[in-house]
């Protein structure tokens, strides 16, 4: 059954969406160093990952911005 379900269209699509998630958690865990939570409790733990997540946020929207050319006087 599980073969045929990753077969069919909805299966192929969930793989293509769970690989896009699975590289944002990959670079989270490598890039931003995420392999151990630092802070202690829930509350902690919630807060250094949307701490992360902000970060890579910001370094994707940093690629979208153009850079000024510099001008010579």
Known sequence: MARQISRSWEGRTSRRLRKKIEMLFAH?????????LRLRGQNGARDEFIL??????????AKLIPMPTPRLA
């Open 52 to 61: 992360a997540a902000t970060a890579q946020n910001l370094r994707k929207m």
């Open 28 to 36: 989270l865990k490598r890039i931003l160093k995420l392999d151990r």
